[in-house]
């Protein structure tokens, strides 16, 4: 049985089959120097076998931590931006209740995220709600270098250092970060935290099947080994030697990318599901860190269906025609509500009642798929049966490999990022950190 369905027969209007089928063979070649470490970045390719690669006793050893974490705090703060953030937030939302502040479970730690942005009102927002609640921290860095998590790191470091002193904080504090350089790895070392490693040749936004998703995730109480066990499955299903019939990532690399040499040049990732919102946001860093590049790739959008219909639905249905959309579209809801017959309906809405919620919803995404695809903007579906651990693990793993089969067919690097060092070297240059002189005094003088 297939784990994950892709349809691109809605692309039909847009481009003819044969434009996909004549990417095929690129798709083949593409996963095929994923495989063999041919390919450009192909010291960053430690992720494409990592989810078979993943032993018991690393699970255990996760497992573990996660356990000391959660008998000790009732608030866990990941530290971390990007690839080092991303997966974990994206897992977690999936996974959690819709209302977590209104059903939490009083044995799972709630899981906060920190070190993803400057503000100082969060920071500080953030210090004043731990003050209620026992803590603990999970910092997140394969460089450890990065400014933003530094910065939040340092702050939280000192206040629980400051609440349960050095040895204490100690047992409370978690580094996950590269194998041997880097100052989180002199501090860990020194201070004697627990530390996981980020493998070398694993880049941060393929990271989240590594101890940087899983063991914040475990943490929360997410079934890890569940989401591992669906990315190994995926992995099975897009290995080199699987047909491109039988691939469903070449099929979805193949037609995104005949899509973009046809001038489609926006992808917007739509779901019916406001939990699946955050894995958005890790596919939009992974296609656009991962392609934009060289003048070139496609702009990773995302909207959450319906309720963005009511505001982006007019662009999407009759803006600049650039776009087309993919849909993540769940087969069976978990939980079944009713709508009832109402006596007076004046809503007028009786012609629904006795139907699910669900199938009123998937009847608009019919409607809305048809109505957007008349509109010229092809759309490309991808199915998963249910949202739970084991297909959230292999939608990851298929939009990861999809992604680097992407890259290769779009022929840039899809595993380095050098377009995000711009802004740290003007932002160094404005806070005058020692070596940016000249750059600082040039930069003034533009402001
Ligand atoms: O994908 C990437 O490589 C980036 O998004 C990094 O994950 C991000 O910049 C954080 O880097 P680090 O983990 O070194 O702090």
Same mark, same amino acid.
């Given at each position: 049985?297939?784990?994950? =369905?892709?349809?691109?027969?809605?692309?039909?209007?847009?481009?003819?089959?044969?434009?996909?089928?004549?990417?095929?063979?690129? $798709?083949?070649? !593409?996963?095929?120097?994923?495989?063999?470490? &041919?390919?450009?970045?192909?010291?960053?390719?430690?992720?494409?076998?990592?989810?078979?690669?993943?032993?018991?006793?690393?699970?255990?050893?996760?497992?573990?931590?996660?356990?000391? @974490?959660?008998?000790?705090?009732? +608030?866990?703060?990941?530290?971390?931006?990007?690839?080092?953030y991303l997966g974990a937030k994206a897992v977690l939302e999936a996974m959690s209740n819709s209302f977590p502040q209104?059903?939490?479970?009083?044995?799972?730690?709630?899981v906060v995220f920190?070190?993803e942005?400057?503000?100082?009102?969060?920071?500080?927002?953030?210090?004043? $709600?731990? =003050?209620?609640?026992?803590? $603990?921290?999970?910092?997140?860095? *394969?460089?450890?270098?990065?400014?933003?998590?530094?910065? #939040?790191?340092?702050?939280?470091?000192?206040?629980?250092?400051?609440?349960?002193?050095? =040895?204490?904080?100690?047992?409370?504090?978690?580094?996950?970060?590269?194998?041997?350089?880097?100052?989180?790895?002199?501090?860990?070392?020194?201070?004697? %935290?627990?530390?996981? +490693?980020?493998?070398?040749?694993?880049?941060?936004?393929?990271?989240v099947?590594?101890?940087?998703g899983?063991?914040?995730l475990?943490?929360a109480?997410v079934?890890?080994?569940?989401?591992?066990?669906?990315? &190994?499955?995926?992995?099975?299903?897009?290995?080199?030697?699987?047909?491109?019939? *039988?691939?469903?990532?070449?099929?979805?690399?193949?037609?995104?990318? #005949? @899509?973009?040499?046809?001038?489609? *040049?926006?992808e917007i990732l739509a779901s019916y599901e406001p939990k699946l919102q955050y894995i958005a946001e890790w596919w939009k860093q992974l296609y656009g860190?991962?392609?934009?590049?060289?003048?070139?790739?496609?702009?990773p959008a995302s909207v959450t269906l319906t309720a963005d219909l009511h505001s982006m639905g &007019?662009?999407i &249905?009759?803006?600049?025609?650039?776009?087309?959309e993919t849909v993540i579209s769940v087969?069976?809801p978990k939980?079944?509500?009713?709508?009832?017959?109402?006596?007076?309906?004046?809503?007028?809405?009786?012609?629904? !009642?006795?139907?699910?919620?669900?199938?009123?919803n998937?009847?608009a995404e019919?409607?809305v798929?048809? #109505?957007?695809?008349?509109?010229?903007?092809?759309?490309?579906?991808i199915?998963i049966?249910e949202i739970?651990?084991?297909y959230i693990?292999?939608l990851l %793993?298929?939009f990861?490999?999809?992604?680097?089969?992407?890259?290769?067919?779009?022929? +840039?690097?899809?595993?380095?990022?050098?377009?995000?060092?711009? %802004?740290? =070297?003007?932002?160094?240059?404005?806070?005058?950190?020692?070596?940016?002189?000249?750059?600082?005094?040039?930069?003034?003088?533009?402001?």
């Open positions: 049985m297939e784990i994950i =369905k892709i349809d691109t027969s809605k692309t039909s209007e847009a481009i003819a089959a044969s434009e996909i089928s004549a990417l095929s063979q690129a $798709a083949v070649d !593409a996963n095929k120097l994923l495989h063999n470490k &041919q390919g450009k970045g192909n010291d960053f390719l430690g992720w494409v076998n990592l989810p078979s690669s993943i032993t018991t006793a690393e699970l255990a050893e996760i497992d573990r931590v996660a356990k000391s @974490l959660r008998g000790k705090a009732e +608030v866990v703060v990941a530290v971390g931006i990007g690839g080092s209104l059903v939490k479970k009083e044995s799972d730690p709630v920190a070190g942005n400057l503000s100082e009102d969060y920071t500080c927002e953030l210090l004043d $709600a731990l =003050k209620n609640y026992s803590f $603990a921290v999970i910092v997140i860095s *394969k460089s450890g270098t990065t400014t933003e998590p530094a910065i #939040a790191f340092r702050v939280l470091r000192a206040e629980v250092e400051k609440r349960y002193g050095k =040895k204490e904080a100690a047992e409370r504090i978690v580094a996950i970060t590269d194998a041997k350089r880097g100052a989180l790895k002199k501090l860990a070392t020194d201070e004697g %935290y627990d530390t996981f +490693v980020i493998p070398d040749d694993v880049g941060g936004r393929f990271s099947l590594t101890p940087v899983l063991l914040p475990a943490v109480g079934n890890v080994a569940e989401l591992v066990r669906g990315a &190994q499955d995926m992995e099975k299903a897009t290995a080199d030697g699987v047909s491109f019939e *039988k691939n469903p990532s070449m099929q979805y690399a193949a037609a995104r990318n #005949a @899509l973009y040499n046809k001038g489609y *040049k926006i860190e991962s392609e934009g590049k060289e003048g070139k790739g496609i702009f &007019q662009y &249905q009759e803006g600049e025609r650039t776009l087309f087969a069976k939980n079944k509500v009713v709508v009832e017959k109402d006596a007076d309906d004046l809503d007028g809405l009786n012609f629904l !009642a006795g139907k699910r919620i669900g199938e009123i998937h009847m019919l409607g798929t048809i #109505a957007h695809v008349d509109g010229g903007v092809p759309n490309i579906r199915e049966p739970n651990e084991y693990g292999a %793993y298929f990861e490999k999809a992604c680097g089969i992407s890259g290769y067919i779009l022929g +840039v690097n899809p595993f380095d990022q050098p377009g995000v060092e711009a %802004y740290k =070297k003007n932002m160094f240059a404005l806070l005058d950190k020692p070596g940016y002189e000249k750059e600082s005094a040039e930069i003034r003088k533009r402001l």
